[in-house]
């Protein structure tokens, strides 16, 4: 049996990425503003108040929306605070309690003035979707409610996972974790955040779908390498390179060497199909080109954002972005997320897998993904 390692090297993701870096000129004041609005509500204690403001989610808004004028990106900023402490939350509940929870923040959206709660949860939700609904599309407003009653859904799945202790196949947790992500509804935020509310005619064509599987891909999978770490030491097996390690047996390192390439791919692959965008004419190509933007700031400012956090590498991600090297934490009982958490920062919706292949070395796979069909509201 070979000895396990006690580090890893990460794959250099950041310069395959061949997009610009670019950052809201409100970032800095509306992830502030941000960050007290959450904490006036939810009752964090020290330690969990220290790692939410290391988080640095208005950081990613900033990068991911750097267009939006000031009031869509607050929106933007409060759902993606709301969105991580739902993922944290979510993490010690049992599939019951996310159900209770998933009941309550998708009433508030259903209906955000009308809806009464005192739960934090929902108040919140009644919050930031009330704003959104002033200025955002029929189609866009309605593809985030729909996109959140996925991320439940599968939160739900995952919650009677880890109480079997079960790991799933690697199909099973790509259908998992694409909506475990919660990237979808941030994607509808695309639309908001741009005053943009494209056609179902376009969002659902196939070359549109194509690019969001693409940058969905990117966005999760690399989550799954940046977050491994501080997953692994509370034994969360909820991540790609543990699928790998368990299922198929490989070593840790050829497992970040597997879903790397996966993401390298993903980013090729995001390029080459922009390139076959149809035209349905001046005006929507403009919005179009738009959202196609609006998934490659997605694509870099998920990257380099994951170094900024404390939520994968603690106070080490400069050094880290720098030298790639990841020191593998001890494993503890306590099943905290005071220290940091994966963002589910990817997202799924029309996936499969297509087949596992090994060529000069088994750390190189090739996943192939297709449609799958939406599943109806939560109940």
């Given amino acids: 049996m070979r000895r396990s390692s006690r580090k890893f ?40 108040r220290a790692a939410f403001l290391g988080l640095r989610a208005g950081e990613l808004t900033a990068a991911c929306y750097p267009d939006a004028d000031a009031q869509h990106l607050q929106v933007a900023s409060d759902f993606m605070n709301f969105l991580f402490t739902l993922d ?59 996109t959140m009653d996925l991320f439940f859904r599968a939160v739900a799945q995952q919650a009677k996972d880890r109480a079997r202790g079960d790991i799933p196949s690697l199909e099973e947790y790509i259908a998992l974790r694409w ?18 509310d494209l056609p179902d005619e376009v969002i659902s064509h196939p070359t549109i779908r194509d690019l969001e599987e693409a940058t969905n891909s990117l966005v999760t999978w690399s989550n799954d390498i940046f977050s491994y770490n501080v997953e692994q030491a509370r034994r969360d097996s909820h991540n790609m390179i543990a699928v790998m390690m368990s299922r198929h047996g490989y070593n840790l390192q050829e497992a970040v060497d597997c879903v790397g390439d996966l993401c390298k791919a993903s980013i090729d692959r995001f390029e080459h199909i922009r390139q076959l965008v149809p035209s349905w004419g001046p005006e929507v190509d403009r919005d179009v080109t738009t959202y196609v933007l609006g998934l490659q700031n997605w694509i870099v400012g998920s990257l380099h954002w994951s170094f900024e956090s404390i939520r994968y590498f603690g106070e080490e991600g400069a050094s880290i ?29 029309w996936l499969g897998l297509g087949r596992l292949l090994s060529r000069s070395r088994r750390a190189f796979c090739s ?11 939560l109940s």
């Fill in 9 to 48: 090297l990460l794959p250099d993701l950041v310069s395959h990425c061949p997009y610009p870096l670019r950052s809201n000129i409100h970032g800095t004041t509306v992830a502030r503003t941000s960050e007290s609005w959450l904490l006036a509500e939810a009752d964090f204690f020290p330690e969990r």
């Fill in 88 to 146: 944290d939350w979510s993490d010690d509940f049992s599939a019951e309690d996310t159900y209770g929870l998933a009941d309550c923040v998708m009433r508030a959206l259903q209906d955000p003035l009308g809806f009464q709660t005192d739960k934090v949860a929902g108040k919140l939700a009644k919050c930031f979707f009330g704003r959104y609904r002033r200025t955002a599309g029929p189609g866009c407003t309605r593809r985030f409610i729909e």
């Fill in 179 to 196: 909506d475990t992500s919660g990237c979808k509804p941030c994607f509808a935020l695309i639309e908001y955040a741009a005053g943009i």
């Fill in 321 to 349: 972005k720098k030298h790639r090297v990841v020191k593998l934490l001890p494993h503890h009982d306590a099943h905290s997320r005071s220290t940091g958490r994966d963002s589910r920062s990817g997202c799924r919706k």
């Fill in 367 to 377: 996943v192939q993904l297709r449609c799958c069909p939406s599943t109806s509201s």
